[in-house]
C-alpha cells in the first residue's frame, strides 16, 4: 500500500483480556518496528523484523507481549492479560534498510489502546 | 550505550523566529541521524535527515546539523509557522538497522 496501515486504530479493553494488534507495512518494506508511546513520552522500542531473520525482541516489557510477521509482511502484536500500564499508543513502522544501509521509517498512525 | 538526550523538552517561540533543537549521542557506531515530526493523533513523520560524512543539510526553512566529534546533532527551522507546532524527535542508528529516539521537544509557535 501507499503508506503503513495499522488496525484498530482505537481499542478499549477490559484489564486481563488479550488483545491484538495489526500492522501492514508499505509493500517491499523488508523491516518492520514496534514501538510504544505512552501519553507525553517518547518513544519506546518494542520488536524488530527483518526479512527471514530472528527477529529482535529486546524491548518487550514482559512476557505477556508477543508478535509476529507472516509471509515477511503483516505483522500482529498481541498483549495477553492486559493491565493498566499497557495503555499506550502503539506504533508500527517499516523501512527498506539496502546493503546494510539504515533508512528512516515510515510510521503507521499508530493503535491507542486503554485497558479499563 | 544507544542513548540519546534532547532538549529542550518544550519550546515556545513567537512567529517568524527560529527555533533550535538539540540531541547528544554515546553510540559511536550511529551514523545515520532523522528527525521526525508528529502532529496530534498521527504517527512521526520523517522531516529531515543526515548522515555521519556531511556536517550540514538544508530543505527549505528547516535544516540539521552534525558533529560527530562531539556527538550532537541540531535540528534548526527558520521562519517559524504556526503549522510547524508539533513534537519533534531526534534518533538515531547505523550500528544496525535499528533507531534510537530522543524524548521529544514539543514546539508552539505563538502568532
Known amino acids: 500500500g501507499a503508506g503503513v496501515s495499522q488496525s484498530p486504530s482505537n481499542k478499549v479493553t477490559e484489564k486481563g483480556k488479550d488483545v491484538e494488534l495489526r500492522c501492514d507495512p508499505i509493500?517491499?518494506?523488508?523491516?518492520l518496528y514496534w514501538y510504544r508511546q505512552s501519553l507525553g513520552q517518547g518513544l519506546e522500542f518494542l520488536i524488530y523484523?527483518?526479512?527471514?531473520?530472528?527477529?529482535?525482541k529486546s524491548g518487550l516489557p514482559s512476557d505477556r507481549f508477543s508478535a509476529e510477521r507472516t509471509g515477511g509482511s503483516v505483522s500482529t502484536l498481541t498483549i495477553q492479560r492486559t493491565q493498566q500500564e499497557d495503555s499506550a499508543v502503539y506504533l508500527c513502522?517499516?523501512?527498506?534498510?539496502?546493503?546494510?544501509?539504515?533508512?528512516?521509517?515510515?510510521f503507521g498512525s499508530g493503535t491507542r489502546l486503554t485497558v479499563v | 550505550g544507544e542513548n540519546v538526550e534532547q532538549h529542550p523538552s518544550t519550546l515556545s517561540v513567537q512567529e517568524g523566529d527560529s527555533a533550535v533543537i538539540k540531541c547528544t549521542y554515546s553510540?559511536?557506531?550511529?551514523?545515520?541521524f532523522p528527525w521526525y515530526k508528529q502532529e496530534l493523533g498521527k504517527g512521526p513523520q520523517l522531516i529531515i535527515d543526515?548522515?555521519?560524512?556531511?556536517g550540514e543539510k538544508k530543505d527549505q526553512r528547516i535544516a540539521v546539523t552534525l558533529n560527530k566529534t562531539a556527538k550532537h546533532f541540531s535540528l534548526h527551522i527558520t521562519e517559524t509557522q504556526p503549522e510547524d507546532s508539533a513534537v519533534y524527535f531526534c534518533?538515531?542508528?547505523?550500528?544496525?538497522?535499528?533507531?534510537?529516539f530522543g524524548t521529544g521537544t514539543q514546539l508552539k509557535v505563538e502568532l
Open positions: 509493500s517491499g518494506h523488508t523491516a
Open positions: 523484523f527483518q526479512g527471514n531473520s530472528a527477529p529482535d
Open positions: 513502522a517499516s523501512s527498506f534498510p539496502t546493503g546494510g544501509i539504515i533508512y528512516g521509517y515510515t
Open positions: 534518533a538515531h542508528g547505523g550500528g544496525g538497522n535499528k533507531l534510537t
Open positions: 543526515i548522515r555521519s560524512n556531511v
Open positions: 553510540d559511536s557506531a550511529s551514523n545515520y
